[in-house]
């Protein structure tokens, strides 16, 4: 069974440009959660998709977007790319099928780097 | 706005100790606590989550506890091994999910 898996693994852009990364949930689970992690930091949320809804937003700029398919998949789509922007995005799933539905379960991430 | 603080950022001790990491939030209302496993450049391994009405959990060499109302959890490792080795980070779930800046451990053979 495999687990979350997101594409690409790594990821180089320039100032300005546009990026999408691809997120495939652990089987079983409906509900995808994006994360920003600069280097030496923690995780920080984007947002949360539920039944192909944004369901909870962290504090992060409308450059951030996202969506989530029928087959529960998800993209992030990062427009108009800052320098600060470069970072490992992880993608968390969860839900039903897990004897406990609150526990996260993370993708290996897309190192992002912004030039 | 709830804060999530780790104390040490790193720890380094001899294989064989037992160790203590600590996690504290500002914000009690909170319906669980995670800790999680990073390796370096990797993503996230959940090792043990803590619903709010619970005081610990137990995951083989790990003990997890959760004191809600003064806002504090630790992670206690037993026998601490070269491959425990990695960062250790927790994080508080309400309406989303904040995350401490984690502990850096290494277990030196």
């Known amino acids: 069974d495999a687990g979350v898996t997101q594409s690409p693994t790594h990821l180089i852009k320039t100032r300005g440009q546009q990026v999408t990364l691809r997120c495939s949930p652990k089987?079983?689970?409906?509900?995808v959660s994006w994360y920003q992690q600069a280097l030496g930091q923690g995780p920080q949320f984007i947002f949360q998709?539920?039944?192909?809804?944004?369901?909870q937003r962290g504090n992060f700029p409308d450059r951030f977007s996202g969506h989530q398919f029928p087959n529960y998949s998800s993209e992030l789509n990062v427009n108009a790319l800052l320098l600060g922007d470069s970072a490992l995005y992880l993608c968390?799933?969860?839900?039903?099928?897990?004897?406990?539905?609150?526990?996260?379960?993370f993708g290996p991430g897309t190192r992002l780097t912004v030039l | 706005k709830q804060e999530v603080t780790q104390i040490p950022a790193a720890l380094s001790v001899p294989e064989g100790e037992n160790l203590v990491l600590n996690c504290s939030f500002t914000?009690?209302?909170?319906?669980?606590l995670q800790w999680f496993r990073q390796d370096p450049g990797k993503g996230l391994t959940s090792l043990l989550l803590?619903?709010?009405?619970?005081r610990e959990q137990t995951s083989g060499r790990l003990n997890a506890s959760l004191d809600k109302s003064s806002g504090r959890s630790t992670l206690y490792i037993a026998a601490s091994q070269p491959g425990d080795s990695a960062t250790y980070l927790c994080?508080?779930?309400?309406?989303?999910?904040?995350f401490g800046a984690g502990t850096r451990l290494t277990v030196k053979p």
């Open positions: 968390a799933s969860s839900g039903v099928g897990e004897r406990d539905t609150d526990t996260q379960y």
């Open positions: 089987s079983g689970h409906d509900t």
């Open positions: 998709y539920y039944e192909e809804e944004e369901r």
């Open positions: 914000d009690s209302a909170i319906y669980n």
């Open positions: 803590i619903q709010s009405s619970q």
């Open positions: 994080a508080v779930s309400y309406n989303d999910m904040r």
